[in-house]
């Protein structure tokens, strides 16, 4: 399994939740997490902190469904959803799926904030 780099925003209470758990399952130490709202980024930070990015050793960077199945594949556990993701009607779902989860981010947003110390 290769290493991936992940960007999140730093700054939105249900990525850090999100990103908790992640460096939770990464036993084997396989992702650089990266806060894309401190730190120098690589493509423009407004569009890194709009959506998920990540870019796996060697890789492009990507984003959306793509960079989640990418974070996947890097984790044990999830390393199976990551490898379905990679045909292409799979991603096309995932994507759509992912459209939808950034319509009601805010408000996800705002419900994990409540629950941050």
Do not use: K, N
Request: charged share 20%; net charge positive; glycine share 8%.
């Amino acid at each position: 399994m290769s290493r991936v780099t992940v960007w999140h925003d730093g700054a939105c209470p249900l990525c850090q939740r999100e990103i908790a758990l992640m460096r939770r399952l990464d036993r084997r130490g396989r992702i650089h997490f990266v806060d894309a709202t401190a730190a120098t980024c690589p493509l423009d930070r407004a569009g890194m902190l709009a959506r998920f990015h990540a870019q796996e050793e060697g890789g492009p960077i990507v984003s959306g469904a793509a960079a989640f199945a990418a974070l996947w594949r890097a984790i044990p556990l999830l390393r199976p959803l990551g490898l379905v993701a990679r045909h292409p009607v799979v991603l096309a779902l995932l994507e759509r799926l992912y459209l939808v989860f950034l319509r009601v981010r805010p408000r996800l947003q705002r419900w994990a904030g409540r629950g941050v110390a």
